[in-house]
């Protein structure tokens, strides 16, 4: 559930009908994923399909129907507008990597290359950087990363009103190791994202 927790906190929302029904749902493009979040959580709803024209991707929702689970949400720190108001609570330490690897497989973005490309000798390099229009969010993560371990973040302000949390080479693999090598059997991850380590720790070795 931490991991469900940490996407939910990236791409998922709470809306309230006319008639004071109270929904949460998640809206995402890879429909996989989403079938094994449903799987996980136990839920019977259908996932609903939005088509969309030209190139953009085809969107998948799961929307729950709960005013106790809302309620609960709500309790963690998420409102309905969480968009740049996101602040949730400190995560327990048996969950907390679940939580970082549901937010980052949301939120989040690794990316490995070259750099230093104007020198003899290139260095390959890996970037993990999370996305948020909530800087106290960003900043809380940020500690408590830090309480695990894993340190020198860089918070950033971006053009658009959005901040980006930030780790290089080092903290990267250190992210890679709690997110996904202290993971019990079956959990939640978004392969592609994983693969990305995967091929940069090979290329290194």
Not at 39 to 45: C, L
Not at 53 to 81: P, V
Not at 139 to 145: R, S
Not at 165 to 192: A, P, T, W
Request: aromatic share 14%.
């Amino acid at each position: 559930m931490a991991y469900v927790l940490g996407f939910f906190a990236a791409d998922g929302y709470i809306t309230v009908n006319k008639r004071g029904g109270q929904f949460w749902c998640i809206q995402i493009t890879d429909k996989k994923l989403l079938e094994s979040i449903k799987r996980s959580i136990q839920a019977e709803h259908k996932i609903s399909v939005r088509l969309r024209h030209g190139k953009e991707k085809t969107l998948y929702r799961l929307q729950i129907g709960s005013i106790e689970m809302c309620d609960d949400l709500r309790r963690l720190g998420f409102m309905e507008r969480k968009t740049k108001n996101l602040a949730i609570k400190y995560v327990p330490t048996e969950y907390f990597s679940d939580f970082v690897r549901g937010y980052f497989d949301g939120d989040g973005n690794v990316w490995m290359g070259y750099i230093h490309k104007d020198r003899i000798k290139q260095l390959l390099a890996i970037r993990v950087v999370f996305t948020s229009c909530s800087e106290k969010f960003l900043d809380n993560l940020k500690d408590q990363l830090e309480a695990s371990g894993i340190g020198n973040g860089v918070l950033k302000k971006e053009k658009g009103n959005y901040y980006r949390l930030v780790y290089s080479i080092h903290g990267s693999l250190k992210l890679y190791d709690f997110m996904y090598n202290r993971k019990v059997q079956n959990c939640l991850y978004l392969e592609r994202k994983k693969k990305v380590f995967e091929k940069y720790i090979k290329m290194r070795a």
